[in-house]
């Protein structure tokens, strides 16, 4: 029996993210199966609402199936939006909470006053969504961590989950600000969400704005990026970052950036939608790729990347996607996980790839990457049968790496900058104590120190022996 999954999307960018989601895992089913035909694949993301086997062909109206899914805003724009549009049909009312006025960009009116506020309703609403469902597996959120209510009531959520359903897995796509972010209080926002998810979700794939941007502004900027990654010879590195014109950065591509997050998502969930040969079950990644329970974001690259924004690029080879996967271009996060520790290296590979072609190239890559000396062998791989639309084959990598600590200092010390001159902090005493922001700190700094000293961790004969005296 296919094991359910219901996903949470909460805020407007966890809301235009889910719905990208959503549309690209229709038309991945439309083809995969020729018609949109409900079965037991489909299961495990809609509920069909009508009678059992119900054929739909492509183009046909979806008003049978609905997502398993929970829609929630603060502002009432969004959403409203969804359910006019063709996707709208696949929720209905009683699967959407919002309010009217949103949460201001601030994560402790979303959490406190918005939390208070629905707590009740959003249990309820679960209640529901989970009592339909056979056997679930696991929630998946999408929201931001720059704003109020995704980054605010999206946490609080996630401590509900463990609250009432703590034998169901947590995971969150959560979108990271830029640096250049328009929300002025994102550094606050982002640093108090990021403290949540430490202590409630059970594996968090961090997505940061700015290395979308830096994606999306290779393709659509070629004059000023000269070089194309997916176009440059094998081995290519040093890729110039186009610098936005201040007019430019303005104007983020979220478009294309979302359409890369769903596919990130649906390479995410692919197992349970597809059959496969060798496939990775969602609790398998937590078992593999999270060593310590808080030390669960897991740093996500993908191949191919650019061409799927760019149909006119090359497609690649299987042996260049292994070097591509590798390389700080091809992450969803910005960072340098060759120059730290992996702790432990997921892999999910789709499309017709045969067994011996992946084990060739982990082996060869095995050699390359810094493991970590008590998981030298921590390499988990799976393959699905089902490849992208328009791809031959395509791989994830999630990694969980100590690089990951590089994000989360960067991001403490934005938030120090504001809380070293006391700025804002009046709009968030309005509903919390001033205490929370100490606490965050400290909670984060201690985070980091977890993954410094796995970094600098060495098997006991190569320590250095201690002076009794
Ligand atoms: N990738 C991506 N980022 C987005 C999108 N929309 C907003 N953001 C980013 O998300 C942060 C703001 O969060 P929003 O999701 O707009 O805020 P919200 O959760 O609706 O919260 P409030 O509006 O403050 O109640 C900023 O860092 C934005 O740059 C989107 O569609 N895609
Ligand atoms: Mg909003």
Not at 240 to 267: C, V, W, Y
Request: charged share 25%; aromatic share 10%.
């Amino acid at each position: 029996m296919p094991r359910e999954l219901i996903f949470v999307q909460v805020g407007q960018c966890g809301n235009q993210i889910g719905m990208r989601f959503w549309d690209l895992a229709l038309k991945e089913h439309a083809k995969a199966k020729q018609s949109l035909l409900y079965d037991e694949s489909l299961s495990s993301f809609f509920r069909n609402v009508n009678s059992k086997n119900q054929e739909l062909r492509i183009g046909d109206p979806i008003q049978n199936l609905k997502a398993r899914a929970l829609i929630v805003d603060m502002e009432e724009g969004v959403i409203n939006q969804i359910m006019k549009s063709p996707l709208g049909e696949l929720f209905d009312e009683k699967q959407c909470i919002n309010d009217v006025s949103g949460a201001g960009n601030n994560w402790a009116h979303g959490f406190y006053h918005y939390g208070n506020q629905y707590e009740k309703h959003i249990e309820e609403r679960l209640r529901k969504t989970v009592e339909q469902c056979d056997s679930l597996q696991c929630f998946f959120m999408t929201h931001s961590i720059g704003g109020g209510t995704g980054s605010g009531l999206g946490s609080r959520i996630v401590g509900l989950l463990e609250d009432n359903y703590p034998e169901v897995f947590r995971f969150t796509a959560s979108v990271f600000p830029s640096g250049d972010d328009d929300v002025v209080t994102s550094p606050y926002n982002s640093l108090f969400s990021l403290y949540e998810l430490a202590k409630h979700a059970d594996c968090v794939f961090p997505i940061d704005n700015q290395a979308l941007i830096n994606i999306v502004d290779q393709i659509d900027k070629p004059n000023k990026a000269r070089l194309v990654k997916e176009n440059a010879h094998e081995g290519s590195v040093g890729i110039k970052i186009t610098q936005f014109g201040e007019e430019e950065k303005r104007q983020k591509p979220f478009d294309k950036m979302n359409s890369l997050i769903a596919h990130l998502l649906s390479h995410i969930t692919c197992s349970m939608r597809f059959e496969g040969a060798l496939n990775v079950d969602l609790n398998e990644i937590t078992m593999n790729l999270v060593p310590y329970p808080d030390l669960h974001f897991l740093i996500s690259s993908m191949a191919p990347l650019y061409s799927l924004l760019d149909s006119k690029l090359q497609p690649r080879r299987l042996d260049q996607m292994f070097n591509d996967i590798y390389h700080p271009d091809f992450q969803m996060i910005t960072g340098q996980p060759s120059l730290h520790k992996y702790l432990a290296v997921g892999l999910l590979v789709r499309g017709d790839v045969a067994f011996s072609d992946v084990n060739r190239n982990i082996k060869k890559l095995k050699d390359q990457l810094r493991m970590i000396y008590w998981n030298q062998e921590g390499f988990k791989y799976g393959i699905c049968n089902q490849p992208p639309i328009g791809q031959q084959y395509s791989m994830l990598c999630l990694a969980n790496n100590t690089c990951i600590k590089d994000t989360f200092q960067e991001m403490t010390d934005r938030f120090q900058k504001l809380y070293k001159r006391k700025v804002y902090v009046h709009h968030y005493k309005q509903y919390m104590e001033q205490s929370h922001f100490d606490e965050t700190l400290n909670g984060i700094q201690n985070l980091m120190v977890k993954y410094q000293d796995l970094e600098m961790a060495q098997p006991k004969k190569y320590q250095r022996i201690q002076p009794i005296f």
